[in-house]
């Protein structure tokens, strides 16, 4: 059985799915290879599965950023039609840092910086419609400021070029706390509904002023047609997984809510955040007309 991750090996989606995955592999009484897929905006998992047997053998990551680039633009796919929600597992929270030496201490101190060096100014992420970037856009556009996007395949990328000097500033998930732990970075906010436990004293753009969240609801799915006994079973040993006190406590390394929804719920969630992510293209002059 293969795990299709749509982000390189290494980060924080990377190391909490192949954990996931190990675990459920348990359950099922088989192995599960995971397969690192990144780039087109973290949407390669999703469209692996328009070509793949209904036979659960091989299923894929999904996340919010599958239903922001159809909103953005032409895809393969139709999300909430062409594939199997499974299960919910937990949600990404993202954030920004910059190199524990940069003159920059504060999101203000960033916010001015760009101001007085209009396009000067650069964030990494993981790619163009990814979640972290689309919350810089509507901010930019807040504060009338103009940054430029550096996009990467993955967080390891954009932190190497980070660390090296190369960009100013990181905008990715989680993981970037464990630079920020051993001093290598410092964090300038975090993107997520509320302040992470971890880092407590960290604001997330909604304490400094903005109706911006970019956090993201993930979980399996599977190509369309899927029988329901499949489902089932593929849903009940992950389920197992989600809520095992070693997934659940990487996740809070991370930073990562668990947020556990069934099949059903988890395609609730979908067709909700498919009119959610559209008003937040919309209000940033994105949306593929």
Do not use: C
């Amino acid at each position: 059985m293969t795990l299709i991750v749509p982000f390189p090996a290494g980060g924080t989606a990377d190391t909490t799915f192949r954990l996931l995955a190990t675990i459920a592999s348990r359950h099922l009484g088989q192995s599960i290879v995971v397969e690192n897929r990144p780039g087109a905006s973290a949407t390669l998992g999703a469209v692996a599965m328009l070509s793949v047997p209904p036979d659960g053998y091989r299923i894929a990551v999904t996340h919010s950023a599958v239903l922001r680039v159809q909103l953005m633009q032409q895809t393969q796919y139709d999300a909430l039609k062409d594939f199997t929600p499974i299960i919910q597992v937990s949600a990404f929270n993202v954030g920004i840092v910059v190199r524990n030496e940069s003159p920059l201490k504060t999101w203000a101190d960033f916010v001015a910086d760009a101001k007085k060096r209009p396009g000067d100014v650069n964030y990494g992420t993981n790619g163009p419609a990814t979640s972290q970037n689309l919350a810089l856009i509507q901010v930019a556009d807040i504060e009338k400021m103009k940054i430029t996007h550096v996009p990467f395949k993955g967080d390891s990328e954009g932190i190497a070029a980070l660390l090296g000097g190369h960009i100013d500033a990181h905008a990715g998930g989680t993981i970037l706390g464990d630079l920020v732990d051993n001093g290598q970075a410092r964090w300038l906010a975090v993107f997520s509904d509320e302040r992470i436990k971890r880092w407590p004293n960290v604001p997330t753009l909604y304490d400094l002023g903005y109706d911006v969240t970019a956090a993201s609801p993930n979980g399996l799915i599977g190509p369309k047609g899927m029988p329901a006994e499949v489902v089932q079973r593929l849903h009940d040993a992950f389920k197992l997984a989600v809520l095992d006190p070693e997934h659940v406590a990487i996740q809070e390394k991370y930073g990562q809510p668990i947020s556990y929804k069934d099949s059903a719920g988890f395609a609730e969630t979908i067709r909700k955040n498919f009119e959610l992510e559209r008003e937040k293209i919309k209000r940033a002059g994105l949306l593929r007309s």
